[in-house]
């Protein structure tokens, strides 16, 4: 099993930024994949960032692709998006989530474990 718990969200205005965090615990060794997920009201779960164990694969989604950055501190199970230029239709709940393995691009399906979410809302 593996826990996930969202920290960092909040409200800003276009243009601004946030840092989201994720803090796994339990049998993080066998996760080989870690990402973030957003869903908006209505919308389905929409793949934002991935990362492998090792940092040697990253995968973005489209729509905040040059304006976030997802990395880890393997170290201390720490899973990080940084979110710039943020825009209103980036709104949403951000989800924290854990895989063995992924299709590329990355699936909600492919993930096993899940945190709560943490609430992102872009506006003025």
């Known amino acids: 099993q593996v826990q996930l718990v969202e920290s960092g969200g909040g409200s800003v205005q276009p243009g601004g930024s946030l840092r989201l965090s994720c803090a796994a615990s339990g049998n993080t060794y066998s996760t080989y994949f870690m990402g973030w997920f957003r869903q908006a009201p209505g919308k389905e779960r929409e793949g934002v960032a991935t990362?492998?164990?090792?940092?040697?694969?990253?995968y973005y989604g489209e729509s905040v692709k040059g304006r976030f950055t997802i990395s880890q501190d393997k170290a201390k199970n720490m899973l990080y998006l940084q979110m710039n230029s943020l825009k209103p239709e980036d709104t949403a709940m951000y989800y924290c989530?854990?895989?063995?393995?992924?299709?590329?691009?990355?699936?909600?399906?492919?993930?096993?474990?899940w945190g709560q979410g943490t609430q992102v809302t872009v506006s003025s």
């Open positions: 989530a854990a895989a063995f393995q992924i299709a590329v691009p990355p699936r909600a399906a492919d993930f096993a474990y």
């Open positions: 990362i492998g164990t090792r940092s040697n694969f990253i």
